[in-house]
Every structure is written in C-alpha cells, then in structure tokens.
C-alpha cells in the first residue's frame, strides 16, 4: 500500500475533487439552506457524501461493465463535464440547471450539492489515472474541509465577501479546465 501512496497524485486529486465540489462557490446556497430550515446536518451530510464517493469509487467501474462502458471512455465522457463545468465557473453562466432544494437535509447536501454527477464523473475519471488509495485520502481531505464550510459558511461568507467568492471560483475553474484536457488527452489515446 505504501509504494502506491504519492503524495503528488494526493495534492491533484484532491485539487480536482475541490474543484469540482466547488463547495466555496455554494456558500450562497448554503446560506439559503440555513435561513429557510434554520438548520444544516454539516457532520450528516458530509459523512454521507463521502461514503457516496467511496462507494461510487469501488462500484462505479461495476456498474460500467455493467453496461458496456470501459472506464477510459467513461473518463473522456467525464472530461467533458469537467471542461463544461469550469466553463460555469470561468464565465460565471450556467450550463445546467438543477432544481433548488427545499430544505436543508442530506438529498440536497450530500446528494447532488456535494456528491453530484460532476463529483461522481470526476471520481471514475481520476481512477482512471491514479491509485485508488490516493483517490480515498483525496476524498477525505476534501469532505473534511466540506464539513469545515458548512460549520462556518456564514464567517466566510462575512471574511471573503462575494468578491472573494467570485475570485476563488474563477481560480478554481480555470485548474479544473486544465485538468479536463489532461483528462482528455491521457485516455483519448488509449480508445484508438
């Protein structure tokens, strides 16, 4: 186990998956969610969202033979996603629309907010490329620092202001453009 950790393949997963999450960029949802229920399961939802991720891991690639999809094309087809995905946060449009939850409960947060279909196609994409021990400790870095935002969404919301916001996400979507074409490039290859 010790030979395929690399911290490198860490820091990258864990810099898509960040991204892709965007978490920050859904502060103003957040906040909603927290006005109109008055409460949010931070420690719920994060939990569940990472046992969602972890489980997609391991089963996604099943579920794909499932139906006759090899997991390059999958992560090309997730390439995609990621280039339209960081187009939404470069341009600040919105491509896809997804209904807005009602209340502040796990199908909202955990599910499609932070484990949704962009995190889910990120996920198979990335074991594409990397070890799926790496990809598991991305995933806990990343519904650790979810779990911090949801306890203080309102204290970043008060230190970065929406300006801020914007910037990050802005940062954040032109990383997530980059990594879409390596994704792109690295298993368009292996398809021919």
Known sequence: MWSTFNLKEIFTASMVLFAVIDIIGS????IDLRKKSGHIESEKASVVAGILMVVFLFLGKEILNLIGI?????????SFILFFLALEMILGITLYKDE???TASI????????????????????????ETVNIIVSIIINVIFVYAVLKSSGKIERILGQ?????????FGVILLAIAVKLFTANIQSLF
């Open 100 to 102: 807005t939850p009602q």
């Open 70 to 78: 090899d997991v390059n094309s999958f992560a090309v087809a997730g």
């Open 27 to 30: 502060i103003p949802i957040i």
């Open 163 to 171: 300006q801020g916001i914007n910037v990050i996400r802005k940062i």
């Open 107 to 130: 199908v909202p947060l955990a599910f499609p907010l932070i484990a949704g279909a962009g995190t889910m196609t990120s996920i198979l994409s990335l074991r594409a490329e990397y």
